[in-house]
């Protein structure tokens, strides 16, 4: 790596939601000052939550003990992790050293599990908010909360984990990086509904929801 590179950890695991890591890889990997790891237990592929696709673990956790920032996503994956005591304590230590630790959808839960989020306000899919709540955290129904002091950030539910990269490329370079790297990614949603957010959806939406989670799991 030349001068002036940063590393960027993104954890990868069993049963990880795809987006929660790969959007904020695609934010991240277009600032040619940073270098992205995928770290996992060992290297190799892992599945994703539907185990339809594979991602590449590039290095195991304890090879990267001091990156600059870290990317925690989530998926269904994350409940194992939250008692995974050598995910926890890389984390722990890792988090001394960042710039910013930072989560996607559940990867929130494995954060509070690693003691970094007691009290404080922070971000997860709306479903889990009760089990982020159950580690210590406060959960609030916004898209990106920042703490700047704890060098921590979580983002909402899996798409929310561009936004948040967005934010991060802003804070570690300048506004101007940030909206470049959106331009390149041509990130301008127009979706053809608005239900993004549970406030926004009909008893009808919530339970078609409801019925898709039971069948996948």
Not at 62 to 87: A, K, M, N, Q, Y
Not at 106 to 129: C, D, E, M, N, Q
Not at 140 to 160: C, D, K
Not at 187 to 194: G, I, R
């Amino acid at each position: 790596m030349s001068d002036g590179t940063r590393r960027v950890a993104i954890a990868l695991f069993a049963q990880v939601t795809a987006l929660d890591a790969v959007g904020p890889y695609e934010v991240l990997q277009r600032i040619p000052e940073l270098d992205i790891v995928f770290v996992g237990h060992e290297q190799g592929t892992v599945r994703t939550e539907n185990a339809m696709l594979g991602l590449s673990v590039d290095a195991r956790f304890e090879e990267l003990p001091d990156p600059d920032v870290i990317v925690f996503p989530g998926g269904i994956g994350t409940r194992r992790l939250v008692h995974d005591e050598r995910v926890l304590a890389w984390l722990a230590g890792a988090h001394t050293g960042t710039r910013f630790t930072t989560s996607v959808c559940t990867g929130s839960l494995v954060l509070a599990a690693a003691g970094l989020l007691p009290g404080l306000t922070a971000t997860t899919h709306w479903a889990a908010y009760g089990e982020l709540e159950a580690l210590g955290a406060r959960p609030v129904a916004e898209r990106v909360v920042e703490h700047p002091e704890e060098r921590i950030i979580t983002a909402a539910g899996v798409s929310s984990g561009i936004d948040m990269a967005l934010r991060v490329v802003e804070l570690l370079y300048d506004r101007t990086a940030a909206a470049a790297a959106q331009l390149m990614i041509e990130y301008d949603p127009a979706p053809p509904v608005s239900c993004g957010a549970p406030s926004k959806a009909s008893e009808r939406v919530l339970e078609r929801v409801r019925s898709y989670a039971e069948l996948r799991h």
